[in-house]
């Protein structure tokens, strides 16, 4: 079993930063490939970054370059540092734990981007 807490949402002017993190209990996040995903409204949740166990990441296009997912295994916990934040960057952001072929979800943070 995997519960998942966000925190570091929050109100940004475009062009800031912000970073995300997602805390973790449970024995299995030292395996898991751990993700953040993202929600606009009317819109439907898409992959922001994802990173696995080992270390390998990937990135959504429209955020690579800015975005940064990291994890340490010591805390358990992953992180997301955005930068160059854009007002199409506004969603809800989901963490997501993968792990022998179940999966979790944190309950999201809300991160706006004003223009």
């Known amino acids: 079993q995997v519960q998942l807490v966000e925190s570091g949402g929050g109100l940004v002017q475009a062009g800031g930063s912000l970073r995300l993190s997602c805390a973790a209990s449970g024995s299995e996040f030292s395996i898991a490939v751990m993700g953040w995903y993202r929600q606009a409204p009317g819109k439907q949740r898409e992959l922001v970054a994802a990173?696995?166990?080992?270390?390998?990441?990937n990135y959504a296009d429209s955020v690579k370059g800015r975005f940064t997912i990291s994890r340490d295994n010591a805390k358990n916990t992953v992180y997301l540092q955005m930068n160059s934040l854009k007002p199409e960057d506004t969603a809800v952001y989901y963490c997501?734990?993968?792990?022998?072929?179940?999966?979790?979800w944190g309950s999201g943070t809300q991160v706006t981007v004003s223009s």
């Open positions: 990173i696995t166990s080992g270390g390998s990441t």
């Open positions: 997501r734990a993968l792990a022998r072929g179940r999966q979790w």
